[in-house]
Each structure stands twice: as structure tokens, then as C-alpha cells.
């Protein structure tokens, strides 16, 4: 199947800096999407991005689909923005699974 | 506008006990419904999905089966629970258009945090 991983898993920064995480997939893909999970748990839509570029404040996506990876960057950051990121890949459409599949994650810490 | 249900938030449970997790979903029709668990904090494994009412397609194999007796819901069930049924579970939905390349953003409810003792 698909494999979809994340890097760094790990990553501790101090407020005001900026960190990029990366997201690969090994096979075509329709959909991706970054969420952010809270400590709560709760899982926040951050990009709906299958291809090319958005922004949304501090927070901006890039996926590049045809080399199967995808970019987050997170600029001037926040301790709120603490806790989990993953991208997670839905099949393309001929494979006809309708499956979205999740990446390992990256566990961010925000000190200030 | 859209939104999703699921309830309990916690539930702790005994071993051989029943499990019925609920997720409902408010404001469209015919999405595909989806439960995730999450182990150790990282991680989600996809359980079950379904594209319409009595449909069900398990990921893996597991102590567990899903439902869908509504078009807007979907329920995870146990007739015994194991220990290693411990977890957060999730529920979500996704929304097709009828276009092979429809959007087909994912949303997520609150989700339970089952502790099996």
C-alpha cells in the first residue's frame, strides 16, 4: 500500500521561529491535507492542498504532486501551535478506495 | 453548515464488556464515513469506512465491527472489549461531489477516548 511519512518527527523550537515540515507519499494521490492535533486531541483542518500553493496567516502549503511531497511552514511560532501535525493522502481516484491515509505525524513543542 | 457528532468523549470500560461508539453527521447527504484509532499519542490506523447505508469496508482485521443503519450514521461496535482495544477513536466524513476529481475534504469529530481496564 501507499506509504506516507513525515519529518521531522520530532521538533522543538522557541517562540518567534520558523520550522518547515515535510510530508512524502510513494504513490499518485487526489487528495492531501495537513491537520493539526491538538492536546486536546481534536483534529484541525489546517490545508486542503492536492497540488500548488495556500496560505492562511503564519501557516502556508505547498504541494508539489507530480515529486509526491508537500510542505508545511509554520513562521513565527507560537507555543498554541504545540502538539501534532499529520498529512494524510487520499489514493488516486482510479484506484476507486475512497481511503484517506495518514502519515506517521510531527510532534511539535513551542517554547516561549 | 456541516457538522459532526461523536459521543461519549471518555468511556472507561471493562474487559468482555460491549462497546457502542455513535458518530453522527449534520448538514449533507451521502457522505463516506470513516473510524480512525490512535494509539500512543501518534498515529491514526484507519478501521472502517463506508460509502452508503449498509456498506462497510474493514481495514483490519480486529475485535471490532462498524455499522451504518442511517445515511448520517456510523457505529463502532464490540460485543467483548480486549485490553488492547484501549485508544482514541475518530470519526469522519468526507463529501462527494459525483466528479471523479470532486474535492473530497476531510473533517473529524471530537473523538472518544476509550480506556479498557
Known amino acids: 500500500g501507499i506509504q506516507v511519512e513525515q519529518s521531522p518527527p520530532d521538533l522543538i523550537l522557541q517562540e518567534g521561529a520558523n520550522s518547515t515540515l515535510r510530508c512524502n507519499f510513494s504513490?499518485?494521490?487526489?487528495?492531501l491535507q495537513w491537520f493539526h492535533q491538538n492536546p486536546w486531541g481534536q483534529l484541525i483542518n489546517l490545508f486542503y492542498?492536492?497540488?500548488g500553493t495556500k496560505q492562511n496567516g503564519r501557516l502556508s502549503a505547498t504541494t508539489v504532486a507530480t515529486e509526491r511531497y508537500s510542505l508545511l511552514y509554520i513562521s513565527s511560532s507560537q507555543t498554541t501551535d504545540s502538539g501534532v501535525y499529520f498529512c494524510?493522502?487520499?489514493?488516486?481516484?482510479?484506484?476507486?478506495?475512497?481511503?484517506?491515509?495518514f502519515g506517521t505525524g510531527t510532534r511539535l513543542q513551542v517554547f516561549p | 453548515s456541516q457538522t459532526i457528532h461523536q459521543w461519549p468523549a471518555t468511556l472507561v470500560q471493562p474487559v468482555g464488556s460491549p462497546l457502542s461508539l455513535e458518530c453522527t453527521v449534520e448538514?449533507?447527504?451521502?457522505?463516506?464515513l470513516y473510524w480512525y484509532r490512535q494509539a500512543a499519542g501518534r498515529g491514526l490506523q484507519l478501521l472502517f469506512y463506508?460509502?452508503?447505508?449498509?456498506?462497510i469496508s474493514s481495514e483490519v482485521p480486529q475485535n471490532l465491527s462498524a455499522s451504518r443503519p442511517q445515511d448520517r450514521q456510523f457505529i463502532l461496535s464490540s460485543k467483548k472489549l480486549l485490553l488492547s482495544d484501549s485508544g482514541f477513536y475518530l470519526c469522519?466524513?468526507?463529501?462527494?461531489?459525483?466528479?471523479?476529481?470532486?474535492?473530497?475534504?476531510?473533517?473529524f469529530g471530537q473523538g472518544t477516548r476509550l480506556t479498557v481496564v
Open positions: 469522519a466524513w468526507t463529501t462527494r461531489w459525483g466528479s471523479m476529481q470532486a474535492d473530497t475534504e476531510a473533517f
Open positions: 463506508s460509502v452508503g447505508i449498509g456498506q
Open positions: 492542498i492536492p497540488s
Open positions: 504513490d499518485s494521490v487526489n487528495n
Open positions: 494524510a493522502v487520499e489514493l488516486f481516484r482510479s484506484y476507486n478506495t475512497d481511503k484517506l491515509i
Open positions: 448538514g449533507t447527504s451521502n457522505p463516506n
